[in-house]
């Protein structure tokens, strides 16, 4: 089950913080040689990793989110997603996989993207001393975000939707028509795990 402490918050660039406690398990990667399958939180670490998988097995091109929560550094994630984006990497969230927060902005990363039925996508406010949904949206700290999905091609009110859609301690779970809404998928998503399970995933 995902506790609250492990929810990991989309935090301002300029205001990181470890929303997820110090006892986070960081993403570790697995290849087969055509897939490299993702688990565990994005932190400082993870570009390093990616590229010492990807060397190692250089035709894999689907990166597959089985468990991602969220991330420890912001900054970090985005450096990575973009990374994904370069090499043209096709995202997967599998029928048990689970993305939030951070996580679900790593799979806007992919050229192709898809999400299994029975998957989890989550999402929330970025949190801290404010919450991201109670600052003016002419505020300067949402252009970070608004940029990379700028990159990514995904509509700006995906952003908003986000912060709107759950506080910073919360997570709402996505549905498939909500997918559909903000085109995160390049093809069809139909359904996606319910939120009592995707809590207790």
């Not at 995202?91 to 996989?97: A, D, E, F, I, L």
């Amino acid at each position: 089950m995902i506790s609250l402490k492990r929810l990991f918050c989309l935090i301002p660039i300029a205001a990181l913080s470890a929303c997820i406690g110090t006892d986070y398990e960081p993403m570790q990667f697995t290849s087969d040689g055509s897939d490299i399958v993702a688990r565990g939180a994005i932190d400082a670490g993870t570009l390093d990793r990616f590229l010492d998988i990807t060397e190692r097995h250089p035709n894999a091109k689907t990166l597959v989110l089985e468990m991602v929560e969220g991330s420890v550094d912001d900054e970090a994630n985005l450096i990575f997603s973009r990374e994904v984006r370069k090499r043209g990497f096709t995202t997967v969230v599998p029928s048990q996989g689970l993305i939030a927060s951070g996580g679900t902005d790593l799979f806007l990363a992919g050229v192709t993207r898809q999400i299994a039925p029975g998957a989890c996508v989550g999402v929330h406010s970025w949190g801290g001393d404010v919450e991201g949904r109670d600052v003016p949206r002419s505020d300067p700290v949402h252009q970070e975000y608004l940029s990379y999905y700028d990159v990514m091609g995904t509509p700006r009110a995906f952003y908003w939707f986000t912060l709107d859609a759950a506080g910073a301690d919360e997570m709402h779970w996505m549905s498939a028509a909500e997918v559909a809404r903000f085109g995160m998928t390049t093809a069809p998503t139909t359904g996606l795990a319910s939120a009592a399970v995707c809590d207790a995933r």
